[in-house]
């Protein structure tokens, strides 16, 4: 039975962890004005590695953040050896390729585009989403109409080799998404300019023969990625229906505020995937930069890498995972 003695137990317990949450949050603000002047770049997976020389020459000369973050994953967007980001991405189980991204700046802006098709980078349309409409996400018809509108073209995204890989996927027509799946994903980056300033991207053509209009976590802001300037930013990769149902980018971010380092933000957000849903068979990964330019990783599975570079160095770094 809740008595009152219970009640003001409660509640005594319950106004200690505020305050000692308010404390943290106090501390973590003093810390996150030493924020770092170095400019570096974070991405997702192998890709990450030519995507982090593109976003790198913005960087080092004195470009932003943003311009960086979208140039760098544009690269990956463009390369048909890519088959799950932009032109060659595999399609859904219809035979269509069907793209996702968004894009957040330093100032709190983002924009998203969702189950867009024939323009090989969305997220360049992500980014004109963001600066001249007043919404955030535009979807399918009605993104692509907008991206016809701001000069964008028309292409056919569908590559014969993953034509080819759909053909022989549609014999069985088994959906089952492998974990590392040729050792890349979405990609997601996360740039520090010269001024301190963060902005992130993601993008992909999502989930391999997926059911037509299936849209994962890496355009959702605070899912795929969340960028708070004050504090942090995350981005997030693998199945994206597990990022949906915990939020997971923002998550990080907003334990990244409460005081945490980013790998133990990142470590947290996957403990709460494991903690609520049926994790085994899936992969995430989450990578996580703070405002001093301190990095995290961390992933379901073993497997997970990511790219960093900083002071022209650019090199491949194994996440650490809770499966081991």
């Keep these: 039975m809740n008595t009152r003695r219970t009640f003001l137990k409660n509640g005594v317990a319950v106004t200690a962890g505020l305050a000692m949450s308010t404390m943290s949050c106090s501390g973590n603000r003093k810390e996150q004005k030493k924020r770092s002047k170095k400019p570096k770049v974070i991405s997702t997976w192998n890709h990450g590695i030519p995507a982090n020389e593109a976003a790198w020459e913005i960087l080092s000369n004195q470009g932003t953040a943003l311009d960086a973050a979208e140039k760098g994953v544009m690269v990956v967007e463009a390369d048909p050896k890519s088959t799950s ?3 060659g991405g595999l399609p859904d189980r219809d035979g269509n390729v ?6 957040m700046d330093h100032l709190g802006n983002a924009g998203s585009v969702s189950f867009l098709q024939s323009i090989k980078h969305p997220i360049s349309v992500a ?3 963001m600066e001249e409409t007043p919404h955030v996400m535009l979807v399918g018809d009605g993104a692509l109409e907008f991206a016809l509108s701001q000069g964008f073209q028309k292409e056919e995204l569908l590559t014969e080799e993953s034509k080819k890989q759909w053909e022989k996927w549609k014999v069985e027509s088994e959906y089952m998404p492998a974990i590392n799946s040729e050792n890349h994903d979405t990609i997601g980056m996360i740039c520090q300019d010269q001024d301190g300033n963060l902005s992130g ?3 992909t053509s999502g989930a391999a023969y997926k059911m037509y209009g299936r849209v994962g976590d890496s355009p959702i802001i605070g899912a795929g990625l969340y960028v708070d300037n004050d504090h942090g930013a995350a981005v997030a990769t693998g199945m994206g229906e597990l990022m949906l149902k915990t939020l997971g980018s923002f998550l990080v971010v907003e334990l ?3 005081g945490a380092s980013a790998q133990e933000a990142c470590e947290a957000a996957i403990q709460r995937i494991v903690d609520k849903l049926d994790y085994k068979s899936f992969q995430v990964g989450y990578l996580a930069m703070d405002k001093a330019g301190n990095t995290g990783a961390y992933a379901i599975h073993p497997g997970f890498n990511y790219a960093e570079m ?7 770094i194994d996440s650490r995972s809770f499966i081991k």
């Design 85 to 87: 980001v932009g032109y």
């Design 98 to 103: 069907t793209l996702d991204a968004c894009i």
């Design 127 to 129: 980014r004109k989403v």
């Design 201 to 203: 991207s993601c993008t």
């Design 256 to 258: 990244i505020r409460q």
């Design 310 to 316: 900083i002071d022209g160095n650019n090199q491949l």
